[in-house]
């Protein structure tokens, strides 16, 4: 495993990682799967989760496992965020779970999936993105 995990446990790797107290909870050869928390910050009008921050969580997300399958040398240049929002999120604890579909030399595809507390499926990211060298 790279570093950048312990940078997440240590609140030290971005901003936004620590908004929603992104943690890592379980990789194995399939996947990466995080635990997430949308604050009372995160809420839309009606008191959900804000859809924008449901993309700004998944995006963190899959960008932190594509830096951990690049063993932390190379950082995804987003290309494309596709999400699918399948039903609202209450405010609280949720999960992510990333698969890695390619890390090539040019481009990087993976799949994040949002779950609620009760492991409902939320929302679907496609990220792909330019992986390019990471600063020093």
Known sequence: MSGVFDRLTTRTLSPSTAFFSLNLIEKTEESVTFDVIFPPESANPMGMVQGGMMAAALDDATSVAMIDGYNGEKAPLSTDLHILFHRPLQLGAAHIRVQLIKLGR???????????????????????????????
Do not use: F, N, W
Not at 110 to 136: F, N, W
């Open 106 to 136: 040019r481009s990087a595809t993976c799949e994040g999936r949002l779950y609620d507390a009760d492991q409902k499926l939320i929302a679907t990211l496609m990220h792909s993105a330019q992986p390019v060298d990471r600063p020093s």
